[in-house]
């Protein structure tokens, strides 16, 4: 008995892109990536069993991957990670009904790529600022050094307390210089939900790639500035996930 498989959809790219030599896709082993057209567009698609079960690490890794990779040298509409569709007509109608709009966003994407800037509190060097800047702190973090945990938990609760809002309170200012920094060098910007309590500034921009090196020096100057007290990463040029998306389009 054969097995039953569906399509893993990835993107939606233009219909004259072609699959990078040897792409391949979630599973294990690696799936073939291919592409289905129709009109205009056409989707990064891969076969796998209707009874795979999807979310693993290398499973997002794999989708991550493939389209980023797609992103540098085309425009690419994400189609949101463990979308699946019965087999190529189910992935035909969708492009069909969907041609024009999603048409029109790959018009809107191209040239255009992904970077996201995440910077991480040095923890020592926050917490010491903290100490420095609020009496109230300083006495607490007094009462618990050298102590034991039982005896001074309410103390270090307290404490704790203390320093989340400083963070959360340092975060939303952070992330507002850093749209400041950069978003002027991109066609859009957002902040992004932290990842970790201790997040600064985070965000993401869509950023032309005729301005991609000044934005990238942009970015490394900021990093710079804040070294002191910020670890940034930048990452990028990335697909457009959080500028554009299949799902949003289709209604």
Do not use: C, K
């Not at 979630?26 to 205009?40: K, N, Y």
């Not at 024009?100 to 991480?120: I, M, S």
């Not at 902040?191 to 090196?213: H, I, K, Q």
């Amino acid at each position: 008995m054969a097995e039953e498989t569906a399509l893993f959809v990835y993107g939606i790219v233009p219909s004259d892109v072609e699959p990078t030599e040897n792409a391949s896709g979630v599973g294990d082993p690696p799936a073939e990536v291919t592409l289905i057209r129709q009109g205009r567009l056409a989707a990064l698609v891969s076969e796998i069993p209707l009874d795979t079960p999807l979310g693993r690490p290398a499973d997002l890794r794999a989708y991550q991957e493939l389209l980023d990779g797609t992103a540098a040298v085309a425009p690419v509409l994400p189609v949101r990670f463990g979308t699946a569709l019965d087999g190529p007509d189910g992935v035909t109608d969708l492009l069909a009904t969907h041609q024009d709009r999603f048409a029109a966003a790959l018009d809107e994407l191209e040239g255009r790529v992904q970077y996201a800037l995440h910077g991480r509190y040095r923890e020592g060097e926050f917490v010491a600022a903290v100490l420095a800047d609020n009496p109230a702190a300083a006495d607490l973090a007094e009462q618990v050094r050298g102590q034991p945990e039982e005896v001074t938990r309410e103390q270090r609760i307290r404490l704790g307390e203390l320093i989340s809002q400083a963070v959360e309170l340092s975060r939303e200012a952070e992330t507002t210089r850093l749209l400041e920094a950069l978003g002027p060098l991109a066609v859009a910007s957002a902040p992004r939900a932290p990842s970790n309590e201790m997040d600064a500034g985070y965000a993401v921009f869509l950023v032309d790639t005729e301005r991609a090196e000044e934005f990238i020096a942009a970015a490394e100057e900021y990093a710079e500035q804040r070294r002191d007290l910020i670890r940034a990463r930048l990452l990028g040029p990335l697909a457009p996930y959080d500028f554009a998306d299949a799902h949003e389009l289709v209604g």
